[in-house]
């Protein structure tokens, strides 16, 4: 919606208003088909508006859309806020930030390398 805006608005292409109960999650389509480059992915995430004012987020955040995929982009909502939410045609519902991808090789290994943090994992390092 602005100049330098980082993400394209993903809108809803619902043919009826659907609504998102508290503690459920939907499937909403966008009408749209992309082709992503090679060497690229498409990050679906939440707006933080919706997040911030209704508690409606994306389930699976970022969800990816891979380069090779040529299906129709949906996007699976979630309702986290206290009262049902309503999802109209065209509501801007999420947006979509196209990244580069690191392709890696993956090699098995008996041990890996020591580190200063070592194991140390959720919460290690304190609040």
């Not at 998102?20 to 749209?32: A, N, Y």
């Not at 992503?36 to 679906?44: A, D, S």
């Not at 987020?57 to 049902?84: C, F, H, K, W």
């Not at 109209?88 to 008996?110: K, M």
């Amino acid at each position: 919606m602005t100049e330098h805006a980082a993400g394209l608005d993903l809108r809803a292409a619902v043919v009826e208003p659907i609504e998102i109960e508290p503690g459920s999650f939907v499937l909403i389509p966008t009408g749209l088909r992309l082709g992503i480059p090679l060497g690229y992915e498409g990050q679906v995430r939440p707006r933080s508006g919706l997040a911030a004012k209704y508690g409606i987020t994306l389930v699976n955040s970022p969800g990816t859309i891979d380069a090779d995929y040529r299906g129709e982009v949906q996007v699976v909502m979630g309702n986290n806020g206290a009262e049902p939410f309503i999802i109209n045609r065209g509501d801007r519902i999420a947006q979509l930030i196209v990244a580069p991808v690191a392709h890696v090789q993956v090699e098995l290994a008996d041990c890996l390398e020591e580190t200063e943090r070592g194991q140390g994992g959720f919460g290690h390092t304190g609040r």
